[in-house]
């Protein structure tokens, strides 16, 4: 079964660090775009940062300055370094990959992992 299985979440106060990490298993042929998406209560996804499989970076201007995106493509994982954490990132944070299969090319989603940032 082709999976992207996130981790690192959990609760950290303001101005504090986390590292999300999400690495995809399964039968992948080719993967292509990877990138970050969260959720906070009552609110639409948002795209938090997003990378090519060359390395290009777009990150969310809500967290430019302080989030990082990258990837190890031997690995197949994607990561992203949050540092001086606000109480408004508190949110359920999405990996995401564009992927290639036995069928085809489609997006695959992680399960989410859940990040709370206290005041």
């Known amino acids: 079964q082709v999976q992207l299985v996130e981790s690192g979440g959990g609760l950290v106060q303001a101005g504090g660090s986390r590292r999300l990490s999400c690495a995809a298993s399964?039968?992948?042929?080719?993967?292509?775009?990877m990138g970050w998406y969260r959720q906070a209560p009552g609110k639409q996804r948002e795209l938090v940062a997003a990378?090519?499989?060359?390395?290009?970076?777009n990150h969310a201007d809500s967290v430019k300055g302080r989030f990082t995106i990258s990837r190890d493509n031997a690995k197949i994982s994607v990561y992203l370094q949050m540092n001086s954490l606000k109480p408004e990132d508190t949110a359920v944070y999405y990996c995401?990959?564009?992927?290639?299969?036995?069928?085809?090319?489609?997006?695959?989603w992680g399960q989410g992992t859940q990040v709370t940032v206290s005041s």
């Open positions: 990378i090519t499989s060359g390395g290009s970076t």
């Open positions: 399964g039968r992948i042929l080719s993967i292509n775009a």
């Open positions: 995401t990959a564009v992927v290639r299969t036995v069928p085809g090319w489609g997006d695959l």
